[in-house]
């Protein structure tokens, strides 16, 4: 009678480590498939949640009067400071111009502290003054928030600290 109860035991025992490697195992990487840079070094988010860029921007008049410099400086956090950011803007033909200001983030793969790091930027490019300003992170769409630059603020000598 004994024996019948210890092989139950063991089995019971067995079944149960088994389960919870398998779901420690799955938890693990689905855990790690959701929070880790990809081959390419972007940064990852969920689906759900679009990256939110908060800049200021200001335009200066230039000749002819409709058109002129249009300036989005800013910065964004970064996961650990072995992140770089690049910046484009591209500027559709039509009128209004539509812009999009490219936001691309890459990796050196070094290991770095897990510090979350500003990473400052400056963007500029020539449209009119009603142009449509969006963003993309990574190529996703993002959240750009424009703030219009005070009548003593210059953004032209906005600093952007390079890495290096």
């Given at each position: ?80 400071a072995c992140y770089t950011l ?46 449509q300003i969006k963003a993309t ?28």
């Amino acid at each position: 009678m004994q024996d019948q109860s210890i092989k139950k035991g063991t089995i019971i025992w067995w079944a149960v480590a088994i389960l919870v490697i398998l779901g420690g195992t799955w938890g693990y990487f689905h855990y790690k498939s959701l929070q880790t840079p990809t081959d390419t070094g972007e940064v990852l988010a969920e689906d759900t949640e679009a990256m939110r860029i908060d800049a200021k921007h200001q335009f200066k008049n230039g000749l002819p009067a409709q058109t002129g410099k249009h300036i989005v400086a800013g910065s964004v956090n970064m996961p650990t400071a072995c992140y770089t950011l690049t910046t484009q803007a591209t500027v559709a033909e039509s009128m209004p111009e539509q812009v999009t200001i490219a936001f691309t983030t890459s990796t050196s793969g070094d290991i770095c502290a897990q510090v979350i790091t500003a990473e400052r930027f400056k963007v500029d490019f020539t449209a009119s003054e009603n142009a449509q300003i969006k963003a993309t992170w990574n190529g996703k769409p993002a959240i750009l928030n424009l703030i219009p630059a005070g009548a003593d603020e210059d953004l032209t000598n906005f600093e952007v600290f390079i890495k290096g």
